[in-house]
DNA sequence: TGCCGGCATTGTGTCGACACTCTGCCCGAT
DNA sequence: ATCGGGCAGAGTGTCGACACAATGCCGGCA
């Protein structure tokens, strides 16, 4: 039973710029976080196929906020707006479509996911229970100087978390969740939530605002996580990273009920 | 902010019987695990598309063991053998891709995933957190009368495992999960796992011996999870089935070892 | 005899076109 | 006036064909 060579491409993904035809100006801005993922699940998306192109500029239009959550995406439309044929952008959409970032029904089309509180919860709970042992992995497995790094790098956060007590926009926040998952050494695990569960994440902060005024508290239990790791305790790293998952979730939450009593439209289209 | 319908069509997956062209005898054996699985995930797969079909095919194929681990897959040859033109055959690769059944590289083509035991470690340990979060949502919101049919279950189960001692194929073991997993009432979850994680769990086993006589033990340990779901206990639910796939994982690990010191080829080809 | 470069072949990526399905609109009937 | 059926339009699913990339083979050269 041979078993050497797994899952080598380690991530086709959402990259920052992304141009569609060879030879254009980018026409898309697919701007990442700044700083944050740029380096994460890259890849140089130059000289890679249409397919790939297409998948990274789409997503990055879904995360964007430039296609709403809930809007058809129509094959041909789009096709044309970035002046392919219909074959890769399918390929994109339909791994989109595994990603969860768009729905497809057959004979009807594709429309971009729409979060509704349950999945948004539901996320969460998976969420939580996968970062723990990614927390746990990393207390294991994570060298050193990345832990000294990651470390400067919290205190850089803190200068500018008191200074405007806000993580901007998340990307910082991100910065060290994705840490800590590649520090796990779990390419499954890093895959799993890097490739997917945090374009979700990305999606549903999109239609979230930010509760700020909590990011003294969220600095706060990263501490802790990574202290955790640092000592090597795998046990606290875990238990740590879960309880500032869930007290994430608890204050994602309140945010959510506060601006949006219970409007239940029905349908709508158009993008 | 509107939030409704997410996440509507359950699963489209792997089914039992899966015919090609809408006319045709079934020239494909799509087994499933008998009385498993065929309720679980399954969409009626007669009026889907082409690409479904293929999907569903292609992934009983590579699950079968028909198509080995590591083999090439020729789009040509598998379309020719369907009777579809290559389009179809693409989008159910690309699904497969994505659920990580098969590893493509670009203007390389596609062959089927080769789990390392590396591989298989980190898919054991992303599954313990996944599957305790189940166990514990299912703690928490399983109806009781599911909960008395599982017991009935394992009651049948246990007869059987008195009579041979060997939880059949996995099926009957797989069964005990799904309807935890299903129990837990987490949408996002139940697709990770059921659609996901479970077509790797399938896939490995296929490689792996499976080790006989512990099936005993497994069945003590699933009646330790039930029975902290039916006491509605939601950690200790966690806790045991997360104790129980580590277990499992360690007798894997044990008949890993055995049957296969290290062989190790390099390359090889042909499906 | 072994290594290197060119060539043919195979196969993937992409394209344009067609068929069937679904949606929405218009019209006639009740 | 409202409801049901038919029709047109748009859109998805599928097909066959072509261009370029990669692989393997063959001959030339050291």
Redesign the pocket.
């Given at each position: 039973m041979p078993a050497i060579g797994c899952i080598p491409p380690p991530s086709p993904l959402i990259c920052r710029q992304t141009r569609l035809t060879r030879a254009r100006p980018p026409d898309i801005r697919g701007r990442m976080p700044d700083g944050v993922a740029s380096d994460t699940i890259c890849r140089a998306a130059d000289d890679a196929?249409?397919?790939d192109r297409l998948f990274a500029a789409v997503g990055e239009l879904i995360l964007s906020g430039a296609i709403e959550q809930g809007a058809k995406?129509?094959?041909?439309?789009l096709a044309a707006r970035f002046g392919?044929?219909?074959?890769?952008l399918?390929?994109a959409l339909r791994r989109l479509e595994e990603r969860k970032l768009v729905t497809?029904i057959?004979?009807?089309?594709?429309r971009v996911t729409r979060l509704c509180p349950e999945r948004i919860a539901e996320i969460y709970q998976v969420r939580e229970a996968l970062e723990g042992i990614a927390a746990r992995e990393a207390a294991r497995h994570m060298p050193e100087a990345a832990i000294a790094e990651l470390r400067r790098l919290l205190d850089l956060h803190e200068a500018r978390v008191t200074a405007h007590d806000v993580y901007r926009q998340g990307s910082e926040d991100d910065d060290f969740h994705f840490r800590i998952i590649r520090g796990s050494g779990n390419q499954m695990l890093i895959r799993l939530l890097l490739d997917e569960y945090y374009l979700l994440i990305r999606l549903l902060r999109r239609k979230l605002s930010r509760p700020g005024g909590l990011a003294q508290r969220a600095l706060v239990e990263h501490r802790r996580v990574l202290d955790a790791i640092a000592e090597r305790d795998p046990e606290l790293a875990e238990a740590m990273m879960r309880r500032h998952i869930a007290a994430a979730f608890d204050r994602l939450r309140q945010a959510m009920v506060v601006p949006n009593p219970a409007p239940r439209p029905r349908k709508e289209?158009k993008a």
């Amino acid at each position: 039973m041979p078993a050497i060579g797994c899952i080598p491409p380690p991530s086709p993904l959402i990259c920052r710029q992304t141009r569609l035809t060879r030879a254009r100006p980018p026409d898309i801005r697919g701007r990442m976080p700044d700083g944050v993922a740029s380096d994460t699940i890259c890849r140089a998306a130059d000289d890679a196929t249409a397919a790939d192109r297409l998948f990274a500029a789409v997503g990055e239009l879904i995360l964007s906020g430039a296609i709403e959550q809930g809007a058809k995406i129509s094959e041909p439309d789009l096709a044309a707006r970035f002046g392919t044929s219909r074959a890769p952008l399918r390929e994109a959409l339909r791994r989109l479509e595994e990603r969860k970032l768009v729905t497809r029904i057959a004979h009807q089309g594709a429309r971009v996911t729409r979060l509704c509180p349950e999945r948004i919860a539901e996320i969460y709970q998976v969420r939580e229970a996968l970062e723990g042992i990614a927390a746990r992995e990393a207390a294991r497995h994570m060298p050193e100087a990345a832990i000294a790094e990651l470390r400067r790098l919290l205190d850089l956060h803190e200068a500018r978390v008191t200074a405007h007590d806000v993580y901007r926009q998340g990307s910082e926040d991100d910065d060290f969740h994705f840490r800590i998952i590649r520090g796990s050494g779990n390419q499954m695990l890093i895959r799993l939530l890097l490739d997917e569960y945090y374009l979700l994440i990305r999606l549903l902060r999109r239609k979230l605002s930010r509760p700020g005024g909590l990011a003294q508290r969220a600095l706060v239990e990263h501490r802790r996580v990574l202290d955790a790791i640092a000592e090597r305790d795998p046990e606290l790293a875990e238990a740590m990273m879960r309880r500032h998952i869930a007290a994430a979730f608890d204050r994602l939450r309140q945010a959510m009920v506060v601006p949006n009593p219970a409007p239940r439209p029905r349908k709508e289209d158009k993008a």
